[in-house]
């Protein structure tokens, strides 16, 4: 990167995060440059003093995007990995409607977020409580945040009740069945076990602790813990069902540096891979 490109992109994230509505920036630096699809990818930390720190996401042929560093990308590679997931699939149905299994298969994110991050402000306030109600009052949020989350799965994949014999408000179930759509096949077994496990001990435990007066403060953060991971692990494995798992790649030389062709008056769209030349249909 020449020092012309860094104060130039400064600049550039610092008016994009302006438009976000995030300011007041104490540190800004290049964490990681990343050079695996052709071009030069960067990833930026940004500091804020009052609106939190961020990973922006900028660099040749990528629209610039940022990502929390709270909750949901610990790592500079992480960001970059959804970044890259996300641009490739905006560049692709920019340049042809194809079914995508996002339209099939519908999550409201944004809802799933919002539930976990109501739960990590409860852990929070957690800091705060004395009574013994106050222990089980947690358990309830807890428990009501999982039949929120079941009715957001519901809602996301409308036949699964029915096929299922299933009730909203069965957590269990949704969560049970939602895991062996999002995590499907042999290679996921011990992914979707491990995943029904965290969503058992989560119900399980938060009931617990509905039902006895004689909780501590750290049974009740347990209860939180487990419950913010199993919201957490949810979303996580919508993501990987999305994205990560089903990256297009070059059949003959396996290569993820690639363009999409689509040729005058024919609707196919064509896979160009750049590393080796090989040109397939898009499927
Ligand atoms: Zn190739």
Redesign the pocket.
């Known amino acids: 990167m020449t020092p012309e490109y860094r104060v130039d992109a400064e600049q550039r994230i610092e008016s994009y995060l302006f438009g976000q509505d995030i300011k007041d920036i104490k540190f800004i630096q290049v964490e990681q440059t990343f050079t695996d699809m052709g071009g030069e990818i960067h990833v930026w930390n940004v500091k804020t003093r009052v609106d939190g720190s961020w990973w922006v996401v900028e660099g040749e042929g990528v629209p610039m995007n940022l990502y929390t560093q709270n909750e949901f990308y610990f790592s500079a590679d992480e960001a970059y990995s959804f970044h890259l997931g996300i641009s490739q699939r905006l560049r692709a149905r920019h340049h042809l409607e194809f079914k995508h299994i996002i339209d099939e298969l519908p999550l409201d994110i944004d809802h799933v977020k919002s539930i976990s991050r109501r739960l990590n402000s409860a852990a929070v306030a957690l800091n705060d409580v004395s009574a013994p109600e106050d222990l089980q009052a947690i358990g309830l949020t807890c428990r009501e945040s999982l039949i929120e989350l079941a009715g957001v799965l519901a809602n996301g994949n409308p036949n699964l009740l029915e096929e299922k014999g299933l009730k909203a408000a069965d957590f269990k179930g949704v969560a049970r069945e939602v895991i062996a759509i999002y995590a499907p096949g042999k290679s996921n077994g011990k992914l979707r076990k491990r995943s029904r496990d965290i969503m058992e001990a989560a119900w399980d435990h938060s009931s617990e602790i509905v039902h006895s007066p004689n909780k501590n403060i750290p049974d009740a953060k347990i209860c939180l813990l487990l419950t913010c991971s199993a919201v957490s692990l949810i979303q996580n494995l919508f993501l990987k069902f999305l994205g990560f798992d089903n990256e297009p790649k070059?059949s003959?030389?396996k290569?993820m540096d690639f363009d999409i062709l689509v040729l005058e008056g024919n609707d196919e769209a064509l896979f160009n891979?750049n590393?080796?030349g090989?040109q397939e249909p898009l499927s």
């Open positions: 070059c003959v030389c290569s891979c590393s080796c090989n």
